[in-house]
């Protein structure tokens, strides 16, 4: 099965015309936002890792908004509130850095350690040519939206997310079993009310659920379900060609795998979701990151990694990545307040 795009209009990027997509990006003057929404412990930082690796450290940097909580963690206990409320949180501060950061300017960011509950003393961060947003209230304020190039909300079922939070949260924050299932279950109304209705304003939304051959499988091969709740691309590179080889699933597959797509009929906005499950085999997914380099002239893309096979949510990134590369090639102007062409 092939996915094609129509071909977008000539000389649209310096991509298509042989030019290294990196060095093009390297060189241009913009500052390219992403911002990547969803629960604390939701998965938010696996679908934005291929962009890290693929364009590496000189060109990505990462904020988390934890940093920009105005409550520590005690002070938070005493005043009842949960960081999941904006009032919680320095929504307006946040706004002011990216806009700056956007405008290639660097920000003395504050800083929140999670393994004690408070603040440290800001640092100096500067802006790479890709910023990545992760928060509970990236997609939150319209100011937010109107800065943001990419982006995507991260939304595992309860099962799946419980299971994830209570691990990172005893590993890493030094939280018990109990408190961390206490803990979810206060956040969940303040996680209704402010945080899932940011879903709307993605351009991506992943949804993540246990396998539908077996919940085992997370624990022994991070095997899930994962859904792409996408909007139309509404520019194209010319002649991209996603190929999926069936004869190589059909045959030489030795695991389970599923492709499903659901057109969302709805008046207001037209979305397609597309559902991987279970695991391919890693020359199909190779077959597939040699395409987007082709397209891009960006390598290596290498998820696969010469692995055997690759899960559904190896095959999500992908997706991703091609989806976020292919915006940032039609970006053709800065949005930074100079407003300076992009040199593309």
């Given amino acids: 099965m092939a996915m094609r795009e129509t071909p977008g209009p000539a000389g ?12 093009i990006i390297r060189a241009s003057p913009c500052v390219f936002a992403i911002g990547v929404a969803g629960d604390s412990g939701s998965g938010k930082t ?40 904006p009032r ?10 990216l806009a700056e950061l956007k405008a290639g300017r660097s920000i003395m960011k504050p800083v929140y350690d999670h393994s004690v509950g408070t603040f440290g003393e800001p640092v100096p961060f500067a802006p790479g040519k890709i910023v990545i947003l992760e928060g509970l209230h990236t997609l939150f304020s319209p100011r937010l939206r109107e800065l943001l190039d990419f982006t995507l909300f991260v ?8 299971d994830w939070k209570i691990r990172r949260d005893m590993a890493k924050r030094g939280y018990e079993r109990d408190q ?6 206060e956040r969940e109304p303040d996680y209704l009310r402010y945080i899932a209705p940011q879903r709307g304003f993605a351009d991506v939304v992943i949804r993540i659920t246990h396998s539908k051959y077996g919940s085992v499988l997370a624990q022994t091969r991070n095997v899930y379900q994962v859904s792409l709740l996408q909007d139309p ?10 190929g999926i080889d069936l004869f190589a699933i059909l045959s030489l597959s030795e695991r389970n795998f599923m492709l499903e797509f659901i057109n969302h009929e709805d008046p207001r906005r037209r979305r397609g979701e597309v559902v991987f499950d279970g695991e391919l085999g890693g020359h199909v997914v190779r077959r597939l990151e040699q395409s987007i380099e082709e397209q ?3 390598r290596p893309i290498a998820i696969a990694r010469e ?13 991703v990545a091609w989806r976020i590369i292919h915006r940032r090639i039609f970006l053709e102007r800065c949005t930074g307040p100079n407003q300076t062409p992009a040199g593309m």
Avoid: M, W
Wanted: glycine share 6%; proline share 2%.
């Fill in 233 to 242: 691309i509404d520019q194209t590179i010319g002649d991209v060609d996603l």
């Fill in 88 to 97: 919680a949180n320095r929504i307006g501060l946040i706004e002011e850095h």
């Fill in 46 to 85: 696996t679908f934005t890792q291929s962009i890290r690796e693929i364009f590496g450290e000189d060109l990505v940097t990462t904020i988390t908004l934890d940093d920009y909580h105005l409550y520590d963690r005690e002070q938070r206990r005493e005043i009842g509130v949960t960081p999941l409320d």
């Fill in 180 to 185: 961390v299932l206490r803990e979810i279950l």
């Fill in 296 to 298: 891009t002239h960006v």
């Fill in 307 to 319: 692995r055997e096979y690759v899960t559904a949510v190896d095959v999500a990134q992908l997706i």
């Fill in 12 to 23: 649209t990027n310096g991509a298509r015309n042989g030019l290294n997509f990196k060095e």
């Fill in 155 to 162: 939304e595992p079922d309860r099962e799946v997310k419980e």
